[in-house]
């Protein structure tokens, strides 16, 4: 099973400051199936980021994916007040698929 | 427009059982993998079963092996985890989740609220 380890746990920023959250895999990553959702309290998480850099349909690209291999990253180049939220990454190259354990983005 | 509308949970003594559903729309459903993922009480995403478009491959997550059954019936565009021998920890809201043409869960449903106490 792929382990995937978020960083930070907590990241604590203003409006408009640049974020950026790293997810590292135990193993490879099969095809960069990687992927990165953002969910708000009370809501079903919502697919930002597909194979490691493609952005899914209607995210806006200040939303940014990168990484290869093992080392992933989801960067918010400008953060809006609506982009406060948890964000997790998610391999789905391999059986058992797995999730991270979640950066939360708040405000500072 | 893709919607995904589960039904099912409930209280549930430890032990006991429960069938959850989920209904697709607006897409093909017989050409679909499906999923279900779970999330505890303020907790993070876990990944629970998939079974694809033709049933004829199943998995689960070794947590719920032996316990827990994914079936489909394509006819009605029902998705289904039939859930046994169910602990305390469970507990958690239970997602259907359907890929996009990208492979990733791109479409989910809002979740059905399973518990499990005495």
């Known amino acids: 099973e792929i382990v995937l380890t978020q960083s930070p746990g907590t990241l604590s920023l203003s409006p408009g400051e640049r974020a950026t959250l790293s997810c590292r895999a135990s193993?490879?990553?099969?095809?960069?199936?990687l992927a990165w959702y953002q969910q708000k309290p009370g809501q079903a998480p919502r697919l930002l980021i597909f194979?490691?850099?493609s952005r899914a349909t209607g995210i806006p690209d200040r939303f940014s994916g990168s990484g290869s291999g093992t080392d992933f990253t989801l960067t918010i180049s400008s953060l809006e007040p609506e982009d406060f939220a948890v964000y997790y990454c998610?391999?789905?190259?391999?059986?058992?698929?797995?999730f991270g354990q979640g950066t939360k983005v708040e405000i500072k | 427009e893709v919607q995904l509308v589960e039904s099912g949970g409930g209280l549930v003594q430890p032990g006991g059982s429960l069938r959850l559903s989920c209904v697709g729309s607006?897409?093909?459903?017989?050409?679909?993998?499906m999923y279900w993922v779970r999330q505890a009480p303020g907790k993070g995403l876990v990944w629970v079963a998939r079974?694809?478009?033709?049933?004829?491959?199943?998995t689960y997550a070794d947590s719920v092996k032996g316990r827990f059954t994914i079936s489909r019936d394509d006819a009605k565009n029902t998705l289904y985890l039939q859930m046994n021998s169910l602990r305390a920890e469970d507990t958690a809201l239970y997602y259907c989740?359907?890929?996009?043409?990208?492979?990733?869960?791109?479409?989910w449903g809002q979740g059905t609220l399973v518990t499990v106490s005495s």
């Open positions: 194979g490691a850099s």
């Open positions: 193993q490879s990553v099969i095809d960069s199936h």
């Open positions: 607006g897409f093909t459903f017989n050409r679909y993998w």
């Open positions: 079974i694809t478009s033709d049933g004829s491959s199943i």
């Open positions: 989740a359907k890929p996009g043409s990208n492979w990733a869960l791109e479409y």
């Open positions: 998610h391999q789905y190259g391999s059986t058992p698929r797995t």
